[in-house]
């Protein structure tokens, strides 16, 4: 028999934003990787080894590579495996038909979802540990975009540069943190304005245009 790697998207952070089938599959795993507090989280009973994801992730490959020998291998990853995950470095390590993904729910799919916004005309960006082409970022009129955001790059950093890029101050700016928790907040607000809130990082911005 052949072993999997099976990705289980996890959703954005509350359990009740898990698909049943990453749930089942992560509940019955004897080998799961994720990050700590999935791992503290979802892990079951039936776990005999487990991997923390770091920094090392070298070493994360290696302890896959290993399991694999002999069982399934389960690995967890936040939101949508196919959006910024560990689903890209596990495609360089390993074939593609022994992988397996379940998708959930990615935290950019969730806040076009709170603002009650159809996605599939947006530019998507990621600010997170990188920085889109600048090409990319040009204004034009109607746009639509979603951004990932870091430390470095959050909500207050990202709309000067968008307005350095030649974006209007009035160009509307909605900051998503926190997304599927309770203490869950989003604020509705313009480039020019959004100095003048709290910063956010590691949110989602969404600018209208």
Not at 38 to 62: K, R, T, W, Y
Not at 87 to 92: E, N, S, V
Not at 182 to 200: N, S
Request: aromatic share 8%; net charge negative.
């Amino acid at each position: 028999m052949e072993y999997k790697i099976i990705v289980a998207g996890i959703g954005p952070g509350n359990p009740d934003y898990m698909v049943p089938e990453a749930r089942r599959v992560i509940e019955s795993a004897r080998v799961l990787v994720g990050g700590r507090r999935a791992l503290s989280q979802f892990a079951g009973e039936n776990v005999q080894e487990q991997c923390v994801i770091g920094a090392d992730i070298p070493a994360v490959m290696a302890f896959i590579r290993k399991n694999l020998q002999h069982d399934d291998v389960v690995v967890m990853v936040s939101g949508d495996p196919g959006y910024y995950s560990l689903l890209d470095a596990l495609r360089r390590e390993f074939p593609a038909e022994s992988i397996q993904v379940i998708p959930g729910i990615s935290a950019m799919q969730m806040a076009f979802a709170r603002l009650a916004l159809p996605w599939h005309e947006a530019d998507l960006w990621s600010f997170h540990g990188r920085v889109p082409e600048e090409a990319r970022l040009a204004y034009a009129p109607g746009r639509l975009a979603g951004m990932l955001t870091d430390g470095k790059y959050n909500s207050h950093t990202i709309p000067q540069l968008l307005m350095e890029k030649g974006w209007p101050g009035e160009t509307g700016l909605a900051v998503c943190s926190r997304l599927s928790y309770e203490d869950e907040t989003i604020i509705r607000t313009t480039l020019a304005e959004a100095g003048k809130h709290p910063v956010f990082s590691h949110c989602i911005l969404v600018v209208t245009a």
